[in-house]
């Protein structure tokens, strides 16, 4: 099993950035996709982006295109999710996750999760 630990949150101000990671550690990160999710009060949890294991495919959500980057550096088995020109409607519990064998923006084709971070954006 892979652990995942995620780090990064905190309270900005609409307009800001915020920098999340996620560390993996435990079995192989090797061929391992991840993706990130959130979950603002009182809502479901809902995709966010994905990356492949090789960092050529990602996807996001049309909420966060062209705002927030996913990428991933295998040598240290992080991936981070930049999010720039944060909104209020941001805020939310910010989860990875982590799969092998396909990439996927569905919510139950991830095994695997981090605790989450909290991400407040303040108007």
């Known amino acids: 099993q892979v652990q995942l630990v995620e780090s990064g949150g905190g309270l900005v101000q609409a307009g800001g950035s915020l920098r999340l990671a996620c560390a993996a550690s435990?079995?192989?990160?090797?061929?391992?996709?991840m993706a990130w999710f959130r979950q603002a009060p009182g809502r479901e949890r809902e995709f966010v982006a994905a990356?492949?294991?090789?960092?050529?495919?990602?996807n996001y959500a049309d909420s966060v295109k062209a705002r927030f980057t996913i990428s991933r550096d295998n040598t240290i088995n992080t991936v981070y999710l930049q999010m720039n020109s944060l909104k209020p409607e941001d805020t939310a519990v910010y989860y990875c996750?982590?799969?092998?064998?396909?990439?996927?923006?569905?919510?139950?084709?991830?095994?695997?999760w981090g605790q989450g971070t909290q991400v407040t954006v303040s108007s």
């Open positions: 996750a982590g799969r092998y064998q396909f990439t996927s923006r569905r919510l139950y084709d991830y095994d695997n």
């Open positions: 435990g079995r192989t990160f090797t061929n391992y996709h």
């Open positions: 990356i492949n294991w090789s960092g050529g495919s990602i």
